[in-house]
């Protein structure tokens, strides 16, 4: 949509105003037909139509150009009135600054800084209502450190508050205890199926040692017993050299 045509100041040439919503362009494009539109009033149309409004010429969203220099030019000089100007403000300025001092006007109705409330203020206002505010909070002046709203003052009871945030904490405690312990045995869970699991292979592999030395032991009791009866057939190979 436009700016509205009744906010401006003296008279607006016919070629300065968007052909669907019939108000001062806003964010101006402009069609090979050179008609001009508002950004959202065109891409608005395109949505349901393939054509101009003016003339019913095809055009495409990618076809919408800028509007030409000289009749942006003209649009930035237009004067217009302030949108708060049902508020107080009597400010007139040219289209092209218009934004900045809206962002800025002391008439603008803004919303409220404190959780909790609706009210929308004059921004000239806002520091007389956020000092009389009753969602405006403070630290209790009793010293227990809580930040209260004034609408709360006569509820706030700080040896309640303190027991509450002491219940909390030790309730968050025993939550993180339990959350050690269960760690801690999960640890100790592992790491006892850890050892068990080399436990059982040193025990094969002792046993696999054993299997071997009782092979040796078995070998060498053969060959033991292969060099005593060498030795015997020696002895016997020399009786006989004797005797003959």
Known sequence: MGYDIERFVGYVNEGLLCSICRDVLEDPLQAP???AFCTACIHGWLVH?????EDRQVIDVSLLRPLYRY????????????????????????LESIDRHE??????QIPCSNAGCTMQIERRNLD??????EYR???????????????????HNCVAELRTELELLRSEMICRVEEAKHEM??????????????ESILQNEIEELKSQMSRMMSDVRSL???ERQHRQELEQAELEKREL
Request: glycine share 4%.
């Open 33 to 35: 037909c050179e008609h």
């Open 49 to 53: 139509h393939s054509n101009c409004p």
């Open 71 to 94: 009749m942006k030019n003209d649009l930035n000089r237009l004067q217009l009135h302030c949108r708060n100007r049902e508020y107080g403000c009597e400010m007139v300025c040219s």
């Open 103 to 108: 962002r800025e006007c002391e008439y603008s």
């Open 128 to 133: 007389g209502h956020l000092a009389v505010c």
């Open 137 to 155: 909070s403070r630290e209790c002046p009793n010293g227990c450190g809580y930040t209260i709203l004034s609408a709360e003052d006569t509820q």
């Open 185 to 198: 045995e999960s640890r100790l869970d592992s790491q006892r199926r850890h050892m068990v699991q080399k």
């Open 224 to 226: 033991m017993a292969a």
